[in-house]
């Protein structure tokens, strides 16, 4: 029997992650960690058992022990919580799927305390992949992406050598407002862009799948997973997400993952690699599918993803601000505060006035983010 922690377990892929847990019965959780949903939080320790529960929220994680007070549970918060969930002892597996970069302080933790990481968690490579990668080579732990894109291109990749990859091709579905023009777009509202054509995700997340930035952080984060540079990594529209990454090799072939858009099968996959199980679900019809259609990426309408490029390729300090900049925008355009648009502007001007940190620490990384923060509440 398996034993992990998740980090993030109130969240689109924690919840998901223990429908998978709850599916397959020989997996014990032994640490659960999540921002603010108390009351969420608490019906999970109540199902799964966990010997430890972190809510970020201290005034909420004093409500939570109180109601658990009659479980053998500990309840801890904020940053030191979170650690110590990271590296519970019992753990062999991390899942890191809080939103932001709160997440690479628990990760590097985690990964410091030797266990594998099964990584939903996307700032932790965009921002700090050059701190991440020689560190998981020297503690020998896994790095398991959760990511549907990135969990295709690793399995495309079971038995094969990393040195022959010609290209990494991320699958894109283009998002809701795939085919309008900036101008088009201008109107858009939050209820607008939380209306994902095929995948059920957090509310963050799927801003940022409308934008197309999220394509650019998994793009980053291919570079750093996979060992490859920014041009070799390529963005291909599919907009059934039926093909959910391929790989092609120097000698021309390709290797494709295709499936149903289920985040519960790369869940799975990094839970039990290298072993596949039977998963409930819908299965891919051929006959009822038909044709597939691939389409370039829009890049004049959705600058986000060439933003992504230019940071990726410039790397040190500037992915930091690229994604700092997004999550603070993000959250204005989803307050209101902010037109749709603005988003990728933001990002912009944010990029354009930062001094870049050629090889950053993580204290570098941290102070950046803050310092992007700070930038845009003063507009800059």
């Known amino acids: 029997m398996k034993t992990i922690t998740i980090l993030g377990s109130t969240g689109s892929i924690g919840t998901q992650t223990l429908e998978v847990v709850r599916q397959n ?10 921002r603010s949903n108390a009351k969420l ?6 199902e799964f058992r966990p010997s430890l529960a972190c809510l970020w929220d201290e005034a909420k994680a004093k409500e939570l022990r109180t109601a658990v007070a009659d479980l053998p549970v500990q309840v801890v918060c904020g940053m030191e919580g979170l650690l110590k969930a990271a590296t519970e002892r019992e753990a062999q597996i991390v899942v890191t799927a809080m939103v932001g970069m709160i997440g690479i302080r628990p990760t590097i933790a985690a990964m410091e305390a030797g266990k594998d990481i099964a990584l939903a968690n996307k700032e932790t490579l965009v921002t700090a992949g050059h701190i991440i990668m020689p560190l998981a080579k020297k503690t020998g732990v896994r790095i ?27 699958t894109a579905s283009g998002g809701p407002f795939r085919g309008r023009t900036l ?34 952080l998994e793009v980053m984060e291919a570079k750093w997973l996979f060992g490859v540079q920014m041009d070799q990594v390529q963005v291909v529209v599919q907009p059934k997400s039926i093909i959910h990454s391929m790989v092609e090799f120097e000698d021309g072939a390709v290797m494709a993952q295709l499936g149903t858009p289920d985040m519960k099968l790369p869940i799975q996959y990094a839970l039990y690699y290298p072993e596949r199980r039977f998963l409930p679900g819908e299965k891919l019809d051929f006959w009822a599918l038909n044709q597939i259609a691939f389409e370039k990426p829009d890049f004049d309408n959705f600058p986000g993803l060439s933003l992504a490029y230019e940071a990726g390729k410039t790397g040190g300090s500037l992915p930091t601000v690229y ?47 803050q310092e992007t923060y700070e930038l845009l509440k003063g507009g800059l």
């Open 323 to 369: 994604n700092a900049a997004n999550e603070f925008a993000v959250n204005e355009f989803l307050n209101r505060r902010i037109p749709y648009p603005g988003i990728v502007e933001m990002i912009k001007k944010a990029m354009e006035c930062h001094q870049r940190v050629a090889d950053p620490s993580l204290e570098q990384i941290l102070e950046t983010e």
């Open 25 to 34: 019965g020989d997996i014990r959780i032994c640490a659960l960690a999540a």
């Open 144 to 170: 398991l992406p959760v990511d549907s894109e990135h969990s295709a291109v690793f399995q495309c990749l079971n038995g094969e050598d990393h040195r022959q990859i010609h290209k990494v091709l991320l």
């Open 41 to 46: 939080l608490e019906k999970q320790i109540r």
């Open 183 to 216: 101008d088009e777009m201008r109107e858009v509202q939050p209820e607008d862009a939380l209306k994902h054509p095929n995948w059920s995700m957090g509310r963050k997340i799927t801003i940022d799948s409308s934008t197309m930035v999220n394509k650019g």
